[in-house]
C-alpha cells in the first residue's frame, strides 16, 4: 500500500525528516507518536503533498506509483486522505457546497460518474446522521465558527464520504474532549477494512485507547527511533518522550 | 516563488475572450471636439434647441476645469481632441422583427452571449441593446407601455418625452459636477431612460448592454431612471467591448430619482477590454453614477461588479434627503494584469433617520492596483443616520496592490457609523485543504473567490449573478482554456 523508503524532508534549508522507512499493509493501522518538532505533522504533510516541505532524497511508493510525482489532488482521487489538525475557515462556502464538489471530483478523479444531487443529497444526510451531525450544520460556512469538536467530527464527516484507501489523521485528536474523541474514534473503526489502511498521528496515547493501532512508531529529530505492537505506547506514556530522547 | 504562487500567477493571466470587432459601417465624426461639434451632434440627433443650450453651457464649463488627479490611478494624458465624438451605425435600424437586423450584429450580439428576443422573452426581460452610440432594438415596449412604463433610448426620450427629460436631465449630477460629467453633458450620444409611474412595480427586470464597438470613438452615455412615488424597478447593465490596441475613454453619467416610498435596483456588470497582458490598450471607464432618495422612505440599491477596464474611476453614490430614506452599495471589483481601480461610493445622509450599507470587495491580481475609495457624510440636521462600511480586500500573488481611503464627515453627534476592514491574501492553507479533497487548483481558487464575493452576489438578480460568477472566473483563470 504505501512505502517510504529513507525519507529525507527540508522546509527552508532546515531538515526535518531524516531517513524515514515505513511499510504500510493493507487493512493495517499505523500509529506515529512522537514529542512537538520530532517531524510527525511533516510527514503527514509531505505525504499528502504540501508544497513548501522539499524532498532532498527518498522515495514514496503508494498503490505502487511514484506519490512524489502526483498533484495534491490527484493523491486524494488515488485515495490518500488528510484529517487535517487545523481545518481552514473558507468563508462564504457552505459545507454542503464543499462537500458536493469534493465528492464529485473524486468521483470524477475515480473514473466513475457524478453523483445526481438527489442522491447526493441522501448521501450526505446518511452521512451527518452516522456521525450525529446536525443537517442544520450543512449549510453554515466551512468550518467558520466551528468549535474544535465540530471542525474535527466535519474532517470525519469527509473521510467517510470519500472513502479513502489511505486516511492520515494529523493529531486529530488535539483538543478534543473525550466526547468528541470517540465520535472521531468511531468513526475511523467503522472505516477500518482488509483493504483500508490508517497512519494515527498523536502525541497523546489517549487516542489509541479508541483506536487499537497494529504498530506504533515513535518519531525523535526526523528519525523513527522505535517501533513496537500498541504497548509501546503505555510505554512511552508511562516513561515519557524523554526515555526515547536518551535511546536515539 | 511557490509553485502555489506561481499558478495563482497563470491562474489570474488569462486573455480577455470578448476582443473582436465587428464589420457593421458606422458613420463617424472626425476627430476632436468643439462648439460645432457639439452643435454638428445635438443636430445630428434633431434635437430642440434647449437641449443644444444645455449642451453648449456643459462645453463652456468643460473649457474652464482641468482633469482630476486625486484617483489612485496612472496613465498617459489624455487628448481630448485626437478623439471621435459620435459614431453611429449608417443602417438606421427600424425594425419589427429580428430577422430584419443586420445579420452581423446579431452574430456579434450571440458571441457576447447576449440573448436577444425570443430567449430573453421566455426569460422575462426587455432589452434595450445599445450597440456604439444609438439603440438598435428595443422590446416589451408595448408591454411595459401598457402598465405607463417609459423604458426607450435616451434620443428617444428627447422626442416623446421632452417634459420628463427636461424636468430631470442634471437634476443629480449637475452638467458642471465634474470634469467628465461635463464633457459628457455636452456630448453624451445616447443612453437609456426609464420612467416608473406612481404605485407601479415593474413586472421584469429592465436591462440595457452597451458595447463600444468603433474604434477611437469616446462613449458617452447617459441614463436617467425616475420611479414615482411608490414604483419598484431592477435595471440591469451589463458590457463587454471588443479587442482594441489604442486607449479608449468611456465617460458616462448615471442619474435615478427615487420619489417616496421608491425603490430603484440597479445593477452593472462590466466587463470592458481590460487592456492586454503588459498593460497595453484597453478602456478608460470615468463614469459617474449618483442616485437622489428624494421622497420619504425612499430607497436606492447599487450592485456592481467591475472586471473589466484598464483603468476605472467610479463611485456611483446615494444622496439620502428623504426621510427614513436608505442606500446600498454592493460591490466586486477585480482588478488583473495591469488594470488600475479607483472605485467606491458616497452615502449623504441629509434626512432624518437614514441608512446606508456598504459592502465592498476588492480583488487584486497580477500587478494591478485596486484601491477602495468611500464618503459618508452626515449632515448637521440629519438626525439618526446609520452606516455599516465593510470595505475587504482579497490579493492574489505578491505585485498586485490594494488600498483603503475611507473618508468620513459627521456633523450630527446623533449618527452611528461603523466601518470595517479586512486585507487577506488567497491562503495557501486554503487551497492545499480544497486540492487534499480532491479539487483542481482553479476550481479551487474559483470556489474561494466566489466565497468571497457572496455577500454582493447575494444582492444581483439570479441570471446577473451566474454570469457574474462566470466572468469572474474568466477575469482570474489561466491555466485552463
Known amino acids: ?248 | 516563488m511557490s509553485n502555489s504562487m506561481q499558478t495563482l500567477e497563470n491562474h489570474t493571466s488569462s486573455e480577455y475572450k470578448y476582443g473582436f470587432t465587428s464589420n457593421i459601417d458606422t458613420e463617424s465624426f472626425a476627430k476632436g471636439l468643439s462648439e460645432e461639434v457639439v452643435r454638428a451632434i445635438s443636430a445630428k440627433k434633431e434635437e430642440p434647441e434647449w437641449l443644444t443650450e444645455w449642451r453648449l453651457s456643459a462645453y463652456r464649463r468643460w473649457l474652464e476645469m482641468t482633469e482630476p488627479h486625486w484617483p489612485n490611478v496612472k496613465y498617459p494624458a489624455i487628448d481630448y481632441q485626437d478623439i471621435i465624438y459620435f459614431a453611429a451605425p449608417k443602417k438606421k435600424p427600424q425594425y419589427e422583427s429580428l430577422d430584419e437586423v443586420d445579420p452581423e450584429l446579431l452574430r456579434t450580439f450571440n458571441r457576447l452571449g447576449i440573448p436577444l428576443g425570443e430567449q430573453k422573452i421566455l426569460a422575462g426581460v426587455a432589452v434595450d441593446a445599445v450597440i456604439d452610440s444609438v439603440s438598435v432594438k428595443t422590446t416589451f415596449t408595448k408591454q411595459l407601455s401598457e402598465l405607463g412604463i417609459i423604458f426607450c433610448s435616451f434620443s428617444e426620450a428627447v422626442k416623446e418625452h421632452p417634459d420628463l427629460v427636461r424636468e430631470y436631465l442634471g437634476s443629480v449630477v449637475p452638467p458642471a459636477d465634474n470634469y467628465f460629467a461635463a464633457l459628457n453633458s455636452a456630448v453624451f450620444s445616447d443612453g437609456s431612460f426609464v420612467y416608473i409611474p406612481k404605485g407601479v412595480r415593474c413586472p421584469m427586470e429592465l436591462s440595457t448592454y452597451f458595447r463600444i464597438n468603433a474604434a477611437n470613438t469616446g462613449q458617452f452615455e447617459r441614463t436617467l431612471i425616475i420611479a414615482d412615488e411608490g414604483s419598484f424597478v431592477s435595471y440591469l447593465e451589463g458590457c463587454t467591448a471588443p479587442m482594441r490596441d489604442e486607449n479608449q475613454l468611456h465617460a458616462a453619467v448615471v442619474e435615478l430619482i427615487s420619489k417616496e416610498k421608491a425603490t430603484i435596483k440597479y445593477s452593472t456588470v462590466q466587463n470592458w477590454y481590460p487592456g492586454n497582458k503588459e498593460g497595453k490598450g484597453g478602456i478608460y471607464n470615468f463614469v459617474t453614477k449618483r442616485g437622489l432618495c428624494d421622497g420619504d422612505y425612499s430607497k436606492i440599491s447599487w450592485a456592481q461588479v467591475e472586471t473589466g477596464s484598464a483603468i476605472t474611476w467610479k463611485y456611483p453614490s446615494c444622496i439620502l434627503k428623504g426621510d427614513h430614506s436608505v442606500g446600498e452599495f454592493y460591490s466586486v471589483a477585480v482588478t488583473n494584469n495591469f488594470q488600475q481601480a479607483d472605485t467606491g461610493t458616497k452615502m449623504i445622509h441629509l434626512g432624518n433617520n437614514t441608512r446606508s450599507v456598504i459592502i465592498s470587495k476588492g480583488i487584486s491580481a497580477g500587478q494591478s492596483q485596486n484601491s477602495y475609495r468611500g464618503q459618508v457624510k452626515v449632515a448637521r440636521k440629519a438626525q439618526n443616520a446609520h452606516n455599516f462600511s465593510q470595505c475587504d480586500s482579497l490579493l492574489m500573488g505578491d505585485k498586485c496592490g490594494a488600498h483603503t481611503f475611507p473618508y468620513l464627515e459627521v456633523e450630527n453627534p446623533t449618527a452611528r457609523v461603523e466601518h470595517e476592514a479586512t486585507t487577506s491574501k488567497i491562503g495557501e492553507d486554503q487551497l492545499f485543504y480544497l486540492q487534499q479533497r480532491g479539487l483542481r487548483e482553479d476550481d479551487a481558487i474559483n470556489m474561494i473567490v466566489n466565497g468571497y464575493c457572496k455577500e454582493v452576489f447575494n444582492e444581483l438578480p439570479m441570471e446577473f449573478a451566474v454570469e457574474a460568477q462566470k466572468l469572474l472566473e474568466i477575469s482570474l483563470e489561466g491555466s485552463v482554456g
Open chain 1, 1 to 248: 500500500m504505501l512505502e517510504i523508503k529513507d525519507l529525507h524532508v527540508s522546509i527552508e534549508d532546515k531538515e526535518i525528516l531524516r531517513g524515514i522507512n515505513l511499510q504500510v499493509n493493507p487493512g493495517e493501522v499505523h500509529a506515529i507518536m512522537g514529542p512537538n518538532g520530532s517531524g510527525k505533522s511533516t510527514l503527514a504533510s509531505v505525504l499528502a503533498g504540501r508544497e513548501e516541505y522539499e524532498v532532498t532524497s527518498g522515495s514514496i511508493l503508494y498503490n505502487g506509483q511514484d506519490l512524489l510525482e502526483m498533484d495534491v489532488d490527484k493523491r486524494a482521487h488515488a485515495g490518500l486522505f488528510l484529517a487535517f489538525q487545523y481545518p481552514v475557515e473558507i468563508p462564504g462556502v457552505s459545507t454542503a457546497t464543499f462537500l458536493k464538489s469534493s465528492v464529485n471530483a473524486v468521483r470524477k478523479g475515480r473514473g466513475l460518474e457524478e453523483l445526481k444531487p438527489v442522491d447526493m443529497l441522501k448521501l450526505l444526510r446518511q452521512k451527518a446522521a452516522e456521525l450525529e451531525i446536525d443537517p442544520k450544520f450543512l449549510q453554515r460556512s466551512l468550518n467558520e465558527g466551528f468549535s474544535g469538536g465540530e471542525k474535527k467530527r466535519n474532517e470525519m464527516l469527509q473521510m467517510s464520504l470519500l472513502e479513502p484507501s489511505l486516511g492520515i489523521l494529523d493529531e486529530t485528536d488535539s483538543g478534543l474532549d473525550i466526547d468528541a474523541l470517540k465520535i472521531v474514534a468511531d468513526a475511523v473503526n467503522k472505516l477500518r477494512s482488509p483493504e483500508r489502511s490508517f497512519i494515527v498521528v498523536t502525541h497523546y496515547q489517549r487516542l489509541l485507547d479508541y483506536i487499537v493501532p497494529d504498530f506504533v512508531h515513535v518519531l525523535s529529530q526526523g528519525r523513527i527511533v522505535r517501533s513496537g505492537d500498541k504497548s509501546l505506547a503505555f510505554e512511552l506514556e508511562e516513561r515519557g518522550y524523554d526515555w526515547v530522547r536518551e535511546k536515539a
